[in-house]
């Protein structure tokens, strides 16, 4: 390698909630930087710009905070090679895109939506697999001029090799070799002048020096497309290392529907930041066969990369909440006490309850009891005790279920915004106010006489008023 220094990126997208995932992806890239002396990159990359939010921004570069993985250069601190936020390299990405126009390695492509979605179709008829038909893979420069002149709108495609193969190693993985006629002519710039992930990725972490790629395995597939990049560029690649994606009890992906995803959501519970890094390190990588509890120094100071373990690393709730215990039973009087200070009773989020429990109690003793939800999750209901009389469990989980989609892409989440959202479902499916707002206010507290169930779902948070409906649905969907 080429390479002066140990350069390594996590690159996060700001298009949802803070991901396990990118935690676990962020730790391995901390501890091999710490480990040889280099440096972690935080590149946010939002070329989505439908999707990107600032606020998703700000929550993943607190709850990696908050985990103790802090990076070297990034958005919020800067550095030598920013910005580093992709949205604002827009112009870099476009004069490389250029270059591979200019050198034949890319090519315009003035196909219309309506022409791709007939190709797409045709595919799926003839069985075949779905991509484009390079119809303007060998269009004139006469003809992309005309066309330009004409204000047609057009993206960039990556002109990729029809036969061979694309070679590349990985660093725990070996050898890895895929057929280029399984590799589309992707698109580098999309029509509203943004990058794509692909070409935003391979310019930006040559132009950052980044030494090593530390990514999870579904990238696995994408990297002979980055490997072509960097081979039109003629630009040196760097070393590979994907590592193995989390997954279900069932070895499924790990998603939302399956475990709670959301950092966020592990923070609101309880659960000790030490203990979740202990937790993820464990996801890729041992310390010893006989010793699962260790420090994040101690990680550094053993850690070697190809001992990382491809097996697909099981995210269990329950090994997280014992590691959780065994933290916590070596916290001090002092630090237990300010943890509840902190986090369980934060002042401010004590000042939001005064505002709805007050006129509900008498007397202090009186708090824990009407306030109990705001802490704990109630026990889970049945089906007979949340259910309208005049609606069935079907038509109860389908409300619900609908419900819960829309507000996982609810990410401003005030009083205000959730009553419209409700009013507009409760609307849409046609049901009465209180046979559609009881059943909610019973998942989420255990009660009836709760404050205004928006105000409480405001105040629960997000994460919490989430998990707590999907809990309950699908502890009911398999009964």
């Known amino acids: 390698m080429a390479f002066d220094q140990v350069r390594v990126r996590v690159a996060p997208s700001p298009t949802g909630d803070p991901h396990v995932g990118s935690a676990y992806a962020t730790l391995f890239n901390y501890v091999f930087a710490k480990k040889y002396g280099g440096k972690l990159i935080l590149r946010i990359e939002d070329t989505d710009q439908a999707r990107a939010k600032a606020s998703s921004e700000q929550q993943i570069m607190a709850c990696l905070k908050w985990l103790g993985l802090q990076w070297d250069e990034g958005p919020d601190c800067g550095g030598e090679y920013g910005p580093y936020r992709q949205s604002e390299r827009k112009h870099i990405h476009r004069q490389y895109a250029d270059k591979l126009l200019e050198n034949g390695s890319a090519y315009r492509c003035f196909c219309t939506a309506e022409h791709l979605a007939q190709v797409r179709e045709q595919q799926k008829k003839n069985g075949l697999k779905t991509a484009y038909d390079r119809k303007c893979r060998e269009l004139s420069s006469a003809s992309a001029e005309k066309n330009m002149a004409a204000g047609k709108p057009f993206v960039v495609r990556m002109k990729m090799p029809l036969q061979g193969t694309t070679p590349f190693m990985d660093v725990i993985r070996g050898k890895i070799e895929i057929a280029n006629e399984l590799l589309d002519d992707q698109v580098l710039i999309k029509s509203d002048g943004f990058p794509t992930y692909h070409l935003a990725n391979v310019v930006d972490d040559h132009l950052m020096k980044i030494s090593h790629v530390i990514r999870a395995e579904e990238w696995i597939s994408s990297t002979p497309k980055h490997i072509q990049l960097y081979q039109a560029f003629e630009w040196e690649t760097p070393e590979f290392i994907h590592l193995p994606l989390l997954r279900n009890t069932d070895r499924s992906k790990i998603s939302k529907r399956k475990n709670p995803i959301s950092l966020d959501f592990y923070r609101r519970k309880g659960i000790l930041p030490k203990a979740l890094v202990n937790f993820l390190a464990l996801m ?126 609810q990410y401003v989440w005030e009083m205000v915004h959730l009553q419209e959202t409700m009013d507009h479902h409760r609307n849409k499916i046609d049901w009465k106010p209180g046979e559609y707002l009881v059943p909610i206010r019973l998942i989420l507290t255990g009660r009836k006489d709760s404050p205004p169930l928006s105000k409480t779902m405001e105040i629960l948070g997000r994460e919490l008023s989430r998990q707590r409906m999907r809990d309950w649905i699908q502890s009911h969907q398999a009964s």
Not at 322 to 339: G, P, T
């Open 284 to 409: 890729g990588w041992s310390y010893s066969s006989d010793r699962e509890i260790f420090t994040l120094e101690e990680m550094i100071e053993k850690f070697e990369v190809k001992a990382i373990n491809l097996g697909g690393p099981i995210f269990d709730l329950k090994k997280l909440t014992w590691m959780n215990q065994q933290y916590l039973q070596r916290l001090s009087e002092e630090e237990f006490v300010n943890y509840l200070r902190t986090e369980v009773f934060a002042k401010e989020y004590l000042s939001k309850i005064f505002q709805v429990i007050l006129e509900r109690i008498e007397t202090f003793d009186q708090f824990v009891e009407k306030a109990q939800y705001f802490f704990s999750p109630p026990a889970i209901m049945t089906i007979e005790e949340v259910c309208p009389k005049n609606r069935d469990k079907a038509q109860l989980l389908t409300m619900l279920s609908g419900l819960l989609d829309l507000l996982d892409e």
